[in-house]
């Protein structure tokens, strides 16, 4: 089962403008966790914010995250074309037995254009 | 590079077999999740170890099972293959029980195509 949900689905940019991908959910949430992947790559871990944080950052990235409409933000800012990936929010759901685990959404695919 | 290895990297089979897919988690790391990816159902959980227990279970089929052996390697068998079995078969890794409060460190995944 899905929780997160990025939107958009994909994402087309000129280098150097700004990319913001969004994503909503829809049960309470300890954490949020944002991930790239690289075509064919695995998936390598962005930022992780914690229910009572409303913004972080991390070099070019920007993220928030408004627990009132269950939704986080990324912002690439001045992106480059390293930058075209898919981008991947992530939240914690039971899965059964008192454990839980990591759920991704279906993600954005940023192709930022040289 | 995330310090998780996974192998092979490529895996062609016919439906009906059984295969084993192999991971070692980076160093330190004590648990261990399997991740399934498609393209029709996006990135599903499958199971999750932690130092050698299984902790976690998602959407895992019974033809499908794992393991995590004493080294803290872990191996996910696939068996009685079908076509909608093709996917990328990622592992993971984490220092933590499974609380989610540390990262995942991902491998470069398992590329398994049944035909």
């Known amino acids: 089962s899905q929780q997160g949900e990025e939107d958009p689905q994909a994402l087309s940019i000129q280098e150097g403008e700004n990319a913001t991908m969004n994503c909503s959910y829809k049960t309470s949430i300890n954490n949020l966790q944002w991930y790239r992947q690289n075509s064919g790559r695995g998936l390598v871990h962005l930022i992780l914010?914690?229910?009572?944080?409303r913004e972080k950052h991390s070099g070019r990235l920007r993220v928030t995250l408004d627990t009132s409409k269950k939704s986080s933000s990324l912002l690439i800012t001045a992106s480059r074309a390293a930058d075209t990936a898919s981008y991947f929010c992530a939240t914690v759901l039971p899965a059964g037995a008192g454990s839980y685990q990591l759920t991704f959404g279906k993600g954005t695919k940023l192709s930022v254009i040289p | 590079d995330s310090g998780v290895t996974q192998t092979p990297k490529h895996l062609i089979t016919a439906t009906g077999q059984r295969v084993t897919l192999r991971c070692s988690p980076r160093s330190g790391d004590l648990s261990v999740y399997w991740y399934q990816q498609s393209l029709d159902q996006g990135l599903q959980f499958l199971i999750q170890?932690?130092?050698?227990?299984?902790?976690a279970k998602g959407n895992i089929l019974e033809r499908f099972s794992a393991q995590q052996f004493p080294d803290l390697h872990s191996e996910l068998n696939l068996s009685s293959l079908e076509l909608g079995d093709s996917a990328l078969y990622f592992c993971?890794?984490?220092?933590?029980?499974?609380?989610?409060?540390?990262?995942?460190?991902f491998g470069n995944g398992t590329r398994l195509t049944v035909t």
């Open positions: 993971a890794s984490s220092a933590g029980q499974g609380g989610y409060n540390s990262p995942l460190h």
């Open positions: 170890y932690y130092n050698g227990e299984e902790r």
């Open positions: 914010i914690r229910s009572n944080e």
